[in-house]
């Protein structure tokens, strides 16, 4: 499908000109609103990077021009870690990061990036649009004066890159590892030191030996960052975050601004983006596991059964602690654990029944 059909199947009536995607209506019109978007992202970095620039593209032609988005990369006008106060204050008009980076703000951020042992992107989604997820984003990031739409998926990660290797659960014991959100919670609880840096210091800091383990995302990413220079053994799955969600957050006056017809572009075009990463991980990720694997030598690891039991254990404990820590968190947690439950059963006869009838010999 070409990119220009997608934008049109993501229900903005968008008409080609010239090469140039315009609004019904609209020809050549002059920009009236120039805003920025600052990411937690390295700039142009595969994935989250280009799904960011992505967005920002749809919007500038789905509007006709209407609307100028400027990209910033992390630490070209804020830091990766500021993103959430940029917006909140107007300084930037949008930013694109992870929810999960912001539990300083509010804890119950998190269940809106990933929750370990939680849903996959499908069902992510499925909560988000359908199960009443977005309408408790939206409620929970009010107060800050941000928007939030969801804005990429990178599916099922991996565990991350380890120097040492992952027997048993006391082999996770003193690991200092980047690993952000309840994950990194649950990895504390279990004996190891968590570190949240940014994408960007990760390579060196597992070169210097300031880590002994980080996760990022997956092979595709994972690849360009070239952990296989410093790290020796590549573990999975990604039980901490099985379906992450990206963000995009939107300040509130900046949006109001906008006509009716321009927010709704906004809208749809983070919905088009939240689809279009996903495919595009699933269609990378093993090209770049091959290269990992078979012309790098990663040793390729799964965790044992009875560390995966462990950690579930722990998350369970944790993601039940979040949810007592306020109303809104419970709000949250209700709903977030309601539909995973009813969406599990249906995930089990279909999806699951289906890749384990797929692999029958």
Not at 120 to 142: F, K, P, S, V
Not at 234 to 261: C, R, V
Not at 333 to 342: D, I, K, L, P
Request: aromatic letters at 12%; charged letters at 20%; proline letters at 4%.
């Amino acid at each position: 499908m070409k990119r220009r059909d997608f934008i049109n199947k993501a229900g903005v009536g968008a008409i080609a000109t010239g090469g140039t995607l315009l609004a019904p209506g609209v020809v050549h019109a002059k920009a009236q609103f120039k805003w920025k978007m600052v990411t937690a992202w390295p700039k142009n970095f595969p994935g989250l990077g280009v799904g960011a620039n992505q967005l920002a593209q749809m919007i500038n032609e789905m509007s006709g021009g209407r609307i100028k988005v400027k990209v910033y990369g992390a630490n070209e006008l804020v830091p990766a870690f500021e993103v959430f106060d940029a917006v909140s204050t107007g300084t930037a008009q949008m930013g694109h990061s992870g929810a999960y980076y912001w539990k300083g703000k509010n804890e119950a951020t998190q269940f809106f990036s990933s929750v370990p042992f939680g849903l996959t992107a499908q069902e992510m989604n499925a909560w988000l649009y359908y199960g009443g997820g977005m309408e408790l984003w939206r409620e929970l990031y009010a107060p800050f004066n941000l928007i939030p739409a969801a804005a990429g998926n990178t599916g099922v990660q991996m565990a991350g890159w380890f120097n040492r290797e992952i027997k048993t659960i006391d082999d996770l014991k003193g690991l200092k590892m980047r690993i952000p959100g309840l994950g990194g919670e649950v990895l504390r609880r279990a004996g190891g030191t968590t570190v949240n840096m940014p994408g960007g210091e990760l390579f060196t800091s597992l070169q210097s030996g300031a880590l002994d383990a980080t996760e990022w995302v997956g092979p595709y990413n994972d690849l360009a960052f070239g952990f296989y220079k410093v790290a020796k053994y590549y573990y999975y799955p990604g039980w901490h975050e099985p379906g992450s969600t990206l963000e995009a957050m939107i300040n509130k006056q900046a949006f109001n601004k906008l006509p009716g017809d321009l927010q709704s572009i906004v809208m749809a075009a983070c919905k088009a983006v939240n689809i279009d990463m996903l495919s595009d991980y699933m269609a990378k990720n093993n090209q770049a596991l091959d290269a990992l694997v078979n012309k790098h030598g990663v040793k390729l690891m799964p965790l044992p059964d009875e560390v995966l039991r462990k950690l579930k254990q722990i998350s369970e404990e944790v993601v039940l602690e979040l949810a007592n820590k306020g109303p809104m968190a419970k709000k949250i947690y209700t709903s977030f654990n309601q539909f995973r439950g009813q969406v599990s059963n249906w995930s089990a006869l279909s999806e699951q029944a289906f890749l384990k009838a797929r692999a029958l010999v």
